[in-house]
């Protein structure tokens, strides 16, 4: 499925310069890393926030995850019109990374995945709530994007600004929402922990389903919002240990 890369009559938005090599590096990695654990398949995306611009964020042309290569990033502006696009396809649901950029100055990365245990939970009144600590920056609630409240009847995808906006309201100040019928949105303070956060709340989503069933309709212990907050923010685990794993299992070791 191809896009149209900007609208015609627009002039391509000014470079905000070049960035550093391992920033490339680790958005490649995790790309990679999101497909070999499971959350991309021949579809969704990440990006991170351009570090020296903040109007401007990078992310691969239209690919399948586990393909991408330094050579296939380009920078977009919030508008998430590229700077030199080149020809190239661009994927259709890049609103989704534009949109929430500019609403929450605070993320500096986004996963878009369809990641499959979590769909349930956009589509019943059962909420995701964190079933262990490697989740418990689900804490605060995790709300769910109903693409018809705005737009009606459409093809579920977030393909311009104005559903990306509706998303970003949806996400507010929360690290996850769920898209109905659709997948979720991550986001995260730096790559590695949005690339972290879209593992486990699939991770989370997996054993959330195993506890409901067995706990056949009785109560499930989930994290206090106390713990939530105690771990998310007050005294957080080193995560730099799993993202080295993971980036060695796909770029090779350091
Ligand atoms: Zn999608």
Do not use: Q
């Given at each position: 499925m191809t896009s149209p890369s900007q609208s015609a009559g627009t002039a391509a938005p000014a470079s905000a310069g070049p960035v550093d090599p391992a920033l490339i590096e680790d958005l490649v990695a995790a790309s990679r890393i999101l497909a070999a654990e499971g959350i991309l398949d021949g579809y969704g995306h990440v990006s991170v926030r351009h570090p020296s611009h903040p109007e401007r964020y990078l992310m691969s042309r239209s690919l399948a995850p586990a393909l991408?290569?330094?050579?296939d990033i380009l920078e977009l502006d919030l508008d998430s019109n590229?700077?030199?696009?080149?020809g190239r396809t661009l994927f259709r649901e890049r609103f989704i990374h534009g949109t929430i950029y500019r609403a929450r100055p605070d993320v500096q990365a986004v996963v878009h995945s369809?990641?499959?245990?979590?769909i349930p939970f956009g589509i019943t009144d059962v909420p995701l709530k964190p079933t262990f600590h490697m989740a418990a920056f689900l804490y605060a609630g995790v709300p769910v994007y109903e693409?018809?409240?705005?737009?009606?009847?459409?093809?579920?995808?977030?393909?311009d600004n104005a559903r990306g906006r509706a998303l970003a309201a949806t996400l507010g100040d929360k690290p996850v929402a769920l898209m109905r019928g659709h997948g979720n949105v991550v986001v995260g303070p730096t790559l590695p922990h949005a690339v972290f956060r879209a593992i486990y709340t699939e991770v989370n989503a997996r054993q959330q389903t195993v506890a409901m069933a067995i706990a056949q309709g009785g109560p499930v212990k989930y994290l206090a919002p106390e713990e939530g907050d105690i771990i998310t923010n007050k005294k957080p685990g080193d995560i730099g240990r799993a993202w080295q794993l993971w980036k060695s299992k796909v770029m090779g070791p350091p």
């Open positions: 991408v290569s330094a050579s590229p700077v030199d696009g080149r369809h990641s499959p245990t979590v693409i018809r409240e705005e737009s009606g009847f459409t093809n579920m995808l977030v393909d």
